[in-house]
């Protein structure tokens, strides 16, 4: 007989990220964040070549970004409230963990299953943050896949990119729920 743990169960089925705008300080200093790290890593990862790595970003290293966003931004001529949303995401964090895709040449592991592994640490440094106490939030954008950004902002190699900015915070208050799928609707039975 399975030994069930409920409270993880519950957990999952009521947790709900905490949209980036709303998490302030205090964040998570760097002892709070190892074990948080620690639990996104064993992530599925087949062949065990993990195809992740992470890079933690404060301080100055936002302020950074959050030039670089504007400037890559003005080049590619984005519209003015999609840059300036953008620019926020890095000039309005206090911390944010890059959880980079970083495939590694296999026979074994097709490279969609290293950057699905990829996902999968994402949303298990989010779950990790918010079972911490933490309000976080899985966030993209252009600045996850645009190469030039990629490689001036984090020195990238061609072959990765961000398959996740993971923002933690103390949240400033708690969203309401939102709608959820239809779970018939999503699954289907096969038996034969």
């Known amino acids: ?106 026979q074994k592991v097709a490279e969609v299953e290293q950057i699905l592994s990829a996902g999968a640490v994402c949303l298990a440094l989010l779950n990790a943050a918010l079972a911490s106490g933490w309000g976080a939030n899985w966030l993209t954008g252009w600045m996850a896949s645009d190469r030039a950004f990629l490689e001036t902002g984090f020195g990238l190699a061609p072959h990765e990119f961000v398959a996740g900015y993971i923002h933690m915070g103390t949240e400033t208050h708690a969203p309401p729920e939102r709608p959820r799928p239809v779970m018939v609707a999503k699954i289907a039975w096969l038996s034969e």
Do not use: N, Y
């Not at 970003?57 to 949303?85: C, I, N």
């Open 1 to 106: 007989m399975p030994q069930a743990r409920p409270e993880v169960l519950d957990f999952l089925l009521t947790r709900r990220s905490r949209p980036a705008k709303t998490l302030r300080t205090p964040v998570p200093d760097h002892a709070a964040l190892m074990p948080m790290l620690t639990a996104a890593a064993r992530s599925p990862d087949h062949g065990k070549l993990e195809p992740w790595r992470f890079i933690v970003l404060e301080g100055a290293a936002l302020t950074r970004l959050q030039e670089l966003t504007a400037k890559r931004g003005a080049e590619l001529a984005l519209e003015p409230d999609k840059l300036d949303k953008a620019c926020r995401q890095f000039g309005d964090a206090d911390l944010v963990v890059a959880v980079i895709s970083a495939p590694v040449i296999s």
